[in-house]
């Protein structure tokens, strides 16, 4: 089986902050993207363009080592327009994905492909953070 094709990471967010982290509740990647428009297989099918979301060193992002990333969202499948495509909302009972979360750490996103010659476009992409709201009397 061939292994995902990635292009490396595609952007990387600014170091976490202790305040930030203690606050935030959830973070969500939303990405305008499409895949390369067409495919060998059955129309319908599972799509083979994903995006990857992890928490990371930032020396670590582009190192080469296995890294735990998570898989956000696929593109829909054999679609040459772009799209806007909402990933998993990652919430802070989400272990796997938050265990890692540090100050001076980053989010990173990734664009992945499975096969060669295959792609994985992306125009524009953002990730939505929500906090925890503690009013003060």
Aim: charged share 15%; aromatic share 12%.
């Amino acid at each position: 089986e061939d292994q995902p094709q990635t292009n490396g990471v595609w952007f990387c967010t600014a170091l976490l902050a202790n305040g930030v982290l203690a606050h935030l509740a959830s973070i969500q990647l939303i990405t305008t993207s499409h895949d390369q428009g067409w495919t060998t297989d059955i129309p319908g099918t599972t799509s083979f363009s994903w995006f990857e979301i992890g928490i990371f060193q930032p020396d670590e992002v582009n190192s080469g080592n296995h890294l735990p990333w998570h898989r956000s969202h696929t593109n829909l499948v054999a679609q040459e327009n772009f799209e806007i495509r909402h990933g998993e909302l990652f919430t802070r009972d989400n272990v796997a994905f938050w265990g890692n979360a540090r100050a001076g750490k980053v989010v990173a996103v990734r664009a992945c492909a499975q096969k060669r010659f295959w792609s994985n476009t992306g125009q524009h992409a953002e990730i939505r953070a929500w906090s925890w709201f503690r009013p003060r009397v």
